[in-house]
């Protein structure tokens, strides 16, 4: 019984981090807040689920639409809040991406209805037994989805010269534009990256919960929010490990206590973190100056 919960908070955190990653690939290189990345999120599960069910494309190319939809938004959201709003004022670019959530979810609810959809079976429904724990086939193929792509994300972040310029930019964007960085070019594609892995995370996550809805983007945004502040602003490793933290604490408050003490317990952990630790896990990065 525990085993097959391990292996579900596994699957659960996987699929958390990726969005998480979205928020901290952004806080990292802005230092401000894209409070509308759980309705990019929100938006590309239905991208996905519509590209499977109306057009009836197979799985991997709906999955990969998904994903452009989901840049796509975030790329929107960077124009409409970040470049065509004053940055010396800095609320308005995050009040102006609550603004765009909004109008997603309504939109969303308005033009596909506010009732749960139900996800079609895109991988066969198969189960094998592994001892004690059984695991499904579906599970399989999104934890292995969510491992490639975060896997990716800390490679291009670390070993790539996209990733040395997004890191340059996060340490200090005039130093890097006097280096040579473009700066705004880095950003948008920061925002491209986020964006695309909020989109894998809605599919992933309908997938796991065989359903999705226009108002899953809030509850995306917290746990994201959460995790990124658990992990360290701005630590990509961080907002992994946070993402772990808080599946397996899901899966096992619900399994051992009880279902509506599950956000109460991540929300205290979170307490917690920012009254003991309150640079996150693994520390933390300070923007100085910014642009």
Do not use: W
Not at 65 to 80: F, I, P
Not at 85 to 106: C, D, H
Request: proline residues 4%; charged residues 10%.
């Amino acid at each position: 019984m525990f085993a097959q919960q391990l292996v579900n908070g596994l699957l659960l955190g996987v699929t958390y981090a990726l969005v998480a990653l979205g928020f901290t690939l952004i806080v990292g290189v802005l230092g401000l807040l894209n409070l509308a990345l759980g309705e990019t999120f929100m938006v590309s599960a239905f991208a996905g689920l519509l590209l499977m069910t109306v057009v009836g494309l197979p799985f991997p190319v709906a999955f990969a639409g998904a994903m452009l939809v989901g840049a796509t938004v975030s790329a929107a959201v960077y124009v409409m809040s970040f470049r065509a709003v004053r940055k010396e004022y800095f609320a308005a670019p995050i009040l102006s991406t609550v603004g765009v959530g909004i109008m997603l979810t309504a939109t969303a609810a308005r033009v596909l209805g506010s009732e749960h959809r139900a996800m079609p079976e895109a991988v066969p429904n198969l189960s094998y037994q592994l001892g004690s724990v059984r695991i499904f086939l579906p599970h399989v193929v999104v934890l292995a989805v969510a491992v490639v792509l975060t896997a990716g994300l800390y490679l291009l972040v670390n070993r790539t010269k996209l990733g040395m310029a997004i890191r340059a930019v996060a340490e200090s964007p005039p130093t890097a534009a006097l280096l040579g960085v473009p700066v705004e070019r880095v950003i948008f594609v920061t925002f491209l990256l986020a964006g695309a892995l909020a989109g894998a995370s809605g599919v992933l996550t309908g997938l796991v919960f065989r359903t999705v809805s226009p108002f899953i983007g809030f509850d995306a945004t917290l746990k994201g929010l959460s995790i990124m502040v658990i992990g360290g602003l701005g630590n990509v490793a961080g907002a992994i490990v946070a993402a772990l933290l808080i599946g397996f604490v899901e899966v096992l408050s619900v399994a051992y206590l009880s279902a509506t003490m599950r956000d109460a317990i991540i929300f205290g952990l979170l307490i917690v973190v920012l009254l003991f630790r309150p640079q996150g896990l693994l520390g933390t990065h300070t923007h100085q100056e910014r642009v």
